[in-house]
């Protein structure tokens, strides 16, 4: 296994570890990483091509998951957002008529 094929394998790992987690911080360090092992890898000589390969597929399939789960995210947290200001209208009405 060549370096390249390793680093994209533990970087990708590291990912989805850090997605079960929902580590955000972690993700975003772990993203800027990935794009670098990525970089690095399409610079080296290609002896594991076909290795390199099924991990950048691998890739590929985490970042479709990682996006998903940062939509459902997002929706959530637009969700809780929309019901607290909903509550502190509600509670700006009942302060008038005090």
Do not use: H
Not at 1 to 26: C, F, H, I, N
Not at 42 to 67: C, G, H, N, S, W
Not at 68 to 85: D, G, H, M, Y
Request: negative net charge; hydrophobic residues 40%.
């Amino acid at each position: 296994m060549s370096a390249a094929v390793k680093r994209l394998e533990e970087t990708g790992s590291a990912l989805r570890d850090a997605l079960v987690q929902q580590d955000w911080a972690a993700i975003s360090v772990l993203d800027l990483q990935c794009r670098q092992v990525v970089e690095a890898a399409m610079k080296e000589p290609r002896l594991d091509d076909p290795a390199i390969r099924e991990r950048m597929q691998e890739l590929v399939e985490l970042y479709r998951e990682l996006v998903s789960t940062c939509q459902a995210e997002q929706k959530r947290i637009a969700s809780e957002l929309i019901q607290l200001n909903q509550s502190q209208n509600g509670a700006k009405v009942y302060k008038l008529f005090e």
